[in-house]
């Protein structure tokens, strides 16, 4: 008998320590259902990062919302309840429905609750396809649907041995760094585009704008690489000190700090600098984007800068007071800034003026209509009043280790270094609330599309003034002034290309030298190195 109790000791012992190793594998971090609707959130998937937990470990994430693909949900009302049909549920077999089968699906319905003399109505939503690309010390690089938590495609990105960096991401592509050598994979599938050799030291992830892969340097210089043709040398942007944070493309600009004070600013598709900003410290955090045309920044010098992301103009600064070492987070009419001493402060992006600060804070998870989700100094997870930054409760335990700064949507990204993540939810919040202006990224991806509308612009016609008489019909027959159209012209301006008359100024030739008194001053934010 006691040799049967402790054999059964022996037995506990054995599986309390078990429990301990397969919770320190990560599998025992996740917030369960049950805590998570304590405080009114809902988790809505967990998954593990294609990684070994017992020789790689999850570096980074990267969190994008595409502006362009997207997935239709049906939601059908009856009463004070609901039912959704998506494109992207399965049938019984595992494939996708795909829009027609939901459309089906939801029409179905709709006739089932006739036969029960239940009124129902259709609501038709489009969601924007997003991914998280998470990314291991093994080389790995894992795409994941921010939804629903499946893998979308997962794949081994250069020599296992070397660092991956994180990647950037446009439409149509990814690209990461894999020790010296730039590669770009197909967004949709994860295959290999191509694979080039960088010319310098890498220093950060590279950044991506529609047509070209921004790769920073040590030596301060950032290359840029052509997508669509591989055999050219890149582009040279240079720069006053290390470029040690990566790139960050905006609607009209590529946008990189450096360890010098220096916030470098350069047009899209040209070789050439809007303008560059100077700050009394170092910037080592990247800045940030907010509708529309403002550029937020921070320095270690505490101030956190906005400005006008074309033309350079400051619209405002704001003093913390204390070193800042993370991004601005922008959201709606706001801007949320986090100090390296824990202070958060909340500033209207219109004016830069404080609404409120909180204390003991260490980062800024995510924001939704009417709370904010924020890493404290101690590892846990504390739910704020968004309008005046008061705690409301605090949620989780210190075990985890991966949180993700949210600054796009609603969605709470949770998780450990081992390759366990989660997200989490309102519950109220069933499709994600963006925080970033899609038309405006579209605008800025297609600029022949018009604000708001899906269709081309109409080319508009040059305004070179009303058409002299003689050039009404350039191919039909020549009016008598101008008979022979490749001899001597008119007097009266019948060559609407030639030399202007005296008093009528010419459209496609040099201006008129302005009066002393209307001549502009130089433009020298424009291009400082031009």
């Not at 109790?5 to 599986?15: D, E, G």
């Not at 980074?60 to 502006?67: C, E, H, I, R």
């Not at 894999?178 to 310098?200: C, F, P, Q």
């Not at 505490?302 to 003093?319: A, D, H, I, K, M």
Request: hydrophobic share 40%; glycine share 8%; net charge negative.
């Amino acid at each position: 008998m006691l040799r049967t109790l402790a054999i059964f000791a022996v037995s506990l012992i054995a599986f309390g320590l078990a429990s301990d190793v397969h919770s320190a594998d990560g599998n025992g971090l996740l917030i369960s259902q049950t805590e998570a609707r304590r405080y009114g959130l809902e988790r809505m998937w967990f998954t593990q990062v294609r990684l070994d937990p017992a020789r790689a470990r999850l570096t980074d994430l990267t969190y994008f919302v595409s502006a362009t693909q997207s997935y239709t949900v049906f939601e059908v009302h009856y009463g004070d309840r609901k039912r959704t049909f998506s494109e992207r549920d399965t049938d019984r077999f595992g494939d996708l429905i795909g829009k027609e089968g939901a459309e089906k699906a939801a029409k179905a319905f709709i006739e089932e609750l006739k036969l029960h003399e239940i009124e129902g109505a259709v609501k038709t939503i489009s969601v924007p396809e997003i991914t998280i690309y998470a990314v291991s010390d093994r080389a790995v690089l894992h795409a994941i649907d921010a939804e629903t938590g499946r893998t979308r495609w997962a794949t081994v990105v250069g020599n296992r041995d070397y660092p991956v960096e994180r990647p950037g991401v446009n439409e149509d592509y990814v690209a990461t760094l894999n020790g010296s050598t730039l590669h770009l994979l197909k967004r949709a599938t994860g295959e290999t585009a191509w694979i080039r050799t960088v010319e310098s030291v890498v220093s950060a992830g590279p950044a991506l704008t529609n047509d070209h892969v921004i790769v920073p340097t040590f030596s301060g210089n950032v290359e840029s690489y052509d997508i669509d043709e591989t055999r050219t040398l890149p582009d040279i942007y240079r720069s006053n000190g290390r470029v040690l944070v990566q790139p960050v493309a905006m609607p009209a600009s590529i946008v990189w700090p450096t360890d010098r004070g220096f916030l470098y600013v350069a047009r899209i598709g040209k070789k050439s600098l809007r303008y560059r900003m100077e700050c009394k410290q170092p910037i080592v955090s990247q800045p940030a984007y907010a509708s529309p045309k403002k550029l937020l920044a921070t320095s270690v010098d505490g101030y956190v800068y906005c400005l006008n992301e074309q033309s350079g103009q400051e619209l405002w600064r704001f003093p913390s007071g204390e070193p800042i070492s993370s991004s601005p987070v922008p959201v709606a009419d706001v801007v949320y800034v986090v100090t390296d001493r824990g202070s958060l402060f909340c500033l209207g992006l219109e004016d830069g003026l404080e609404k409120w600060s909180s204390p003991q804070v260490q980062r800024v998870l995510s924001v939704t209509k009417n709370h904010l989700y924020c890493l404290t100094v101690t590892g846990r997870i504390s739910v704020m009043d968004a309008k005046t930054g008061g705690q409301i409760a605090v949620m989780g335990d210190n075990s985890l280790d991966v949180f993700y700064s949210n600054a796009l949507t609603d969605r709470i990204i949770i998780g450990s270094t081992t390759g366990v993540l989660q997200c989490l939810r309102e519950t109220e919040l069933e499709w994600p609330l963006l925080h970033i202006n899609l038309a405006e990224a579209e605008q800025a991806r297609r600029p022949e599309i018009k604000q708001g509308s899906s269709e081309p612009a109409p080319k508009e016609k040059p305004a070179t003034g009303a058409p002299a008489p003689a050039a009404a019909d350039p191919f039909g027959a020549p009016a008598p002034a101008a008979a022979d159209p490749f001899g001597a012209p008119a007097p009266a301006a019948a060559d609407p290309f030639g030399a202007p008359a005296p008093g009528d100024a010419d459209p496609f030739g040099a201006p008129a030298p302005a009066p002393e008194a209307a001549k502009p001053a130089a433009a020298k934010s424009d291009d400082p190195f031009g």
